[in-house]
């Protein structure tokens, strides 16, 4: 009884897989957008000493972005091989 209700509940982690890779997809898409739109942002203020602090502070932002999409990118997820019926394919513990 408890194998067949696992083996039927394997899907469920496909939602949190798939969660994973949109939030990544959509942090490393905001850091593109909000790096462009920094880099805009710098030709049209130079010549102004105050705001480069402003602006290395918005870069240490992007890069944060960038690295927490690459995080959630290459989180691991569960072995494609697990998904099918075969349990013998799967790792010990899975």
């Given at each position: 009884?408890?194998?067949?209700?696992?083996?039927?509940?394997?899907?469920?982690?496909?939602?949190?897989?798939?969660?994973?890779?949109?939030?990544?997809?959509?942090?490393?898409?905001?850091?593109?957008?909000?790096?462009i739109a920094?880099?805009?942002?710098?030709?049209?203020?130079?010549?102004?000493?105050?705001?480069?602090?402003?602006?290395?502070?918005?870069?240490?932002?992007?890069?944060?972005?960038?690295?927490?999409?690459?995080?959630?990118?290459?989180?691991?997820?569960?072995?494609?091989?697990?998904?099918?019926?075969?349990?013998?394919?799967?790792?010990?513990?899975?």
């Open positions: 009884m408890f194998d067949k209700i696992l083996m039927s509940s394997r899907f469920v982690v496909l939602i949190a897989v798939a969660g994973s890779f949109l939030a990544s997809f959509a942090a490393l898409l905001a850091g593109g957008v909000q790096t920094i880099v805009a942002e710098m030709v049209q203020k130079i010549g102004y000493p105050k705001g480069t602090k402003v602006l290395a502070y918005s870069f240490v932002e992007v890069v944060d972005l960038f690295l927490i999409g690459t995080v959630f990118i290459s989180s691991p997820s569960v072995p494609t091989s697990c998904l099918s019926m075969r349990r013998s394919r799967c790792p010990t513990g899975w």
